[in-house]
């Protein structure tokens, strides 16, 4: 429902699963309809963003966008950007790796 709903604990679980990115989307600054949601994520992120640094993750696999709902094409654009960026990175150093049977 709003982007300040965004656990940290979110985050760091889907990456422990192996996920090569995370797209956050939030309401423009100053528009969050629970008050100061996005200004909480916003800083959150930032922070959020060395701790995987931290751990060996690329801070470019976790993004923070502001879109309304009044801008599809925005938000288009920044899901394929983001995709394209996590595809040129390849897929997550966290991801689990398929054990070949012997
Ligand atoms: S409702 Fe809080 S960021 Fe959109």
């Known amino acids: 429902m709003c982007s300040g709903r965004v656990s940290p604990h979110f985050i760091l679980k889907a990456f ?29 992120i930032a922070v959020m963003k060395e701790l995987i640094k931290f751990i060996g993750i690329s801070p470019n696999r976790l993004r923070l966008e502001w879109v309304s ?28 790796m398929k054990l070949k049977k012997i």
Do not use: M, W
């Open 69 to 96: 709902t009044s801008e599809a094409n925005k938000l288009a654009r920044v899901v394929t950007e983001f995709s394209q960026e996590i595809t040129e990175l390849g897929p997550s150093p966290l991801k689990p």
């Open 16 to 44: 422990q699963e192996g996920v090569d990115g995370v797209l956050i989307v939030g309401c423009h600054i100053g528009d969050c309809h629970y008050g100061k949601g996005n200004y909480i994520t916003a800083k959150r």
